[in-house]
């Protein structure tokens, strides 16, 4: 992320309260003046400003983000080559194995989430397009870190870490080097419950014709509902396909 030589104080102050009121599921002007270091009169001038832009609404004493944002958001990711040369085949696999299935892309270290699917079993998760969320704790993100140079995951484990989300988490670089070694030798990511509890996930990059991953696609599923055989021998082949004609597309069409 590059940072900008003349900063205005007043933009990021703005996306911060944004982040803050997104982050609370909805806030009022003292729990956000809490949170930043301005006064509640400032406060409550960028909130004004937003709410009059439509991008806050205003629920009794507490602000929530603003349809407004929704135009944005589908604009933005309308001009993500990969939403819609993949999005057929999201559904299509979600359909396929009933399950929740997500297209993950990598922005400035982090991954976001670009569209799900829900199949007719899906599980139901914090997770919803938009949402940013750590690499080293996703198979999502370790699938696309696994098909990056080595400096590029060096300077994205250096900012990011590899904070421990459960107990499951990889938080050596030495066993996670490992594990991304497996994943290219198989070209497929395992989630065995590293960022939730509960939840694993295979994953598998979708790489553009120099292997080098512009994307990624999951299934999710409860520990507790899919068995080991089917998580481990069916599920793979299936996103293993899905992924293959999503690259096919992208790189050939």
Avoid: W
Avoid at 31 to 46: C, F, L, Q, T
Avoid at 75 to 94: F, K, M, W
Avoid at 200 to 228: G, L, M
């Amino acid at each position: 992320m590059a940072d900008p030589k003349y900063p205005v104080r007043t933009v990021g102050r703005t996306f911060e309260i944004l982040e803050i009121i997104q982050e609370l599921d909805g806030a009022g002007v003292s729990e956000i003046a809490a949170r930043v270091d301005i006064g509640k009169s400032a406060v409550h001038n960028h909130l004004t400003t937003l709410e009059n832009y439509e991008y806050v609404d205003k629920d009794g004493d507490e602000y929530h983000i603003g349809l407004s944002f929704l135009g944005l958001g589908a604009y933005a990711r309308n001009r993500t080559p990969i939403y819609d040369t993949a999005q057929s085949q999201v559904d299509e696999l979600a359909d396929e194995t009933g399950e929740l299935v997500n297209l993950l892309v990598e922005k400035n270290g982090k991954g976001i989430y670009l569209y799900q699917s829900k199949g007719e079993n899906a599980v139901e998760l914090d997770t919803h397009e938009g949402k940013r969320v750590r690499l080293h704790c996703t198979g999502l993100g370790k699938a696309i870190l696994a098909f990056r140079s080595d400096e590029t995951v060096d300077e994205i484990i250096a900012d990011q870490g590899l904070p421990e989300l459960t107990p499951q988490t990889i938080t050596d670089r030495d066993a996670f080097d490992a594990e991304l070694e497996e994943i290219r030798d198989q070209r497929y990511a395992v989630d065995r419950e590293e960022r939730l509890n509960g939840l694993r996930c295979i994953a598998a990059p979708i790489t553009d014709d120099s292997d080098r991953s512009i994307a990624a696609i999951s299934v999710a599923c409860p520990v507790h509902r899919v068995d080991d055989d089917r998580f481990y021998e069916d599920l793979p082949e299936a996103v293993l396909g899905a992924a293959n004609v999503i690259e096919l597309e992208y790189n050939y069409s």
